[in-house]
């Protein structure tokens, strides 16, 4: 099956650093690709659709200068969060849309701590 | 408005036993409609999808999902658990015409008693 990867697995950073987390489809072209915020115990909460190479859709409430998005090629697009705060601790997801199945496939989440 | 319901949050079953978790939707379009699984502090993998033809799915590790458009639902069945399917696991709603984007039910855990 089509696989997402996702780096780093975990980070740890102090309050006000900015953070990169990386999300590449392996196997295949994602001319789509979405990036989840999940709170403990609570379902996914999408934050945005990236389509390469346009502007990042943001969902209400989402900050688009904190969660910075790149979708710079068909594999790889990029969440960056900028002057993290402890609020922003969560588990990241990222997932690709394979084109010919119309399906999502998901990364393995990204646990950031900020302290 | 545009809706999944998982009405269970939680699910408790006999090792061997078999399993059904609940799924509604309200979606003006045809939707596709999909089931993910997701361990402890890990991503989330594709069970199975329904998109069009039979309404019965087939997808990995045993399961099986019926679509029944009269009902607006996709149940997840499996005849007989395992104590390795202890997580939890997602309904999902989507569509061509809103960019793919899914609508997720809240979720709900199942876990398996020895």
């Known amino acids: 099956g089509a696989v997402v990867s996702q780096h780093p697995s975990r980070v740890i950073c102090k309050s006000g650093t900015s953070v990169k987390i990386e999300c590449r489809s392996l196997d295949f072209q994602a001319t789509t690709m979405f990036w989840y915020r999940q709170f403990p115990k609570q379902s996914l909460m999408l934050m945005a659709t990236s389509n390469e190479g346009s502007k990042a859709t943001y969902e209400q409430g989402v900050e688009k200068d904190k969660f910075l998005i790149n979708h710079a090629s068909l594999t790889l697009s990029t969440l960056t969060v900028t002057s993290a705060h402890p609020e922003d601790s969560s588990f990241y997801i990222c997932s690709a849309r394979e084109p010919r199945t119309d399906t999502q496939y998901f990364g393995p989440g990204t646990r950031l701590t900020v302290l | 408005a545009q809706s999944v319901t998982q009405p269970d949050i939680h699910i408790t079953v006999s090792e061997g036993a078999s399993l059904e978790l609940r799924c509604n939707y309200s979606y003006g379009a045809t939707p596709y409609l999909f089931w993910y699984v997701q361990s402890p502090g890990q991503g989330l993998q594709l069970l199975l999808k329904?998109?069009?033809?039979d309404t019965l799915v087939q997808g990995i590790k045993g399961f099986e999902a019926e679509f029944k458009r009269s009902q607006s639902s996709f149940n997840l069945r499996k005849p007989s658990v395992h104590w390795s399917d202890a997580a939890e696991y997602f309904c999902a709603v989507g569509a061509q015409d809103s960019n793919y984007q899914l609508i997720w039910g809240a979720g709900t855990k199942l876990i398996i008693k020895p």
């Open positions: 329904y998109f069009s033809g």
